[in-house]
């Protein structure tokens, strides 16, 4: 009867430890996808998408060494 209920436990045990090393998994996905980029008159602008929220960013920056990296929601995908 010990021999049967070891038995058991260690199988109970080994699957709990197959089922705990399977659920160990890192998502290495990007967070933001480039999409399209375009500058005029010395302004750039760049779109991204983000997968997880799926939502579109613009961002802009001037030509100048003072100006500011502005990225802001443009819209959420449905």
């Known amino acids: 009867m010990i021999k049967v209920a070891a038995f058991v436990l260690v199988a109970v ?8 090393l ?3 998994r890192i998502d290495v996905r990007p967070a933001l996808t480039p999409i399209a980029s375009s500058s005029s008159n010395g302004v750039s602008f760049t779109w991204f998408y983000d ?4 939502t579109v960013y613009v961002c802009r920056a001037g030509q100048g ?5 502005e990225c802001k929601a443009k819209t959420a995908l449905q």
């Not at 045990?13 to 705990?20: R, S």
């Not at 997968?51 to 799926?54: K, V």
């Open 51 to 54: 997968t997880t929220l799926h």
């Open 65 to 69: 060494i003072g100006d500011t990296l």
């Open 22 to 24: 399977a659920q160990g």
């Open 13 to 20: 045990l080994t699957g709990y430890g197959f089922h705990v």
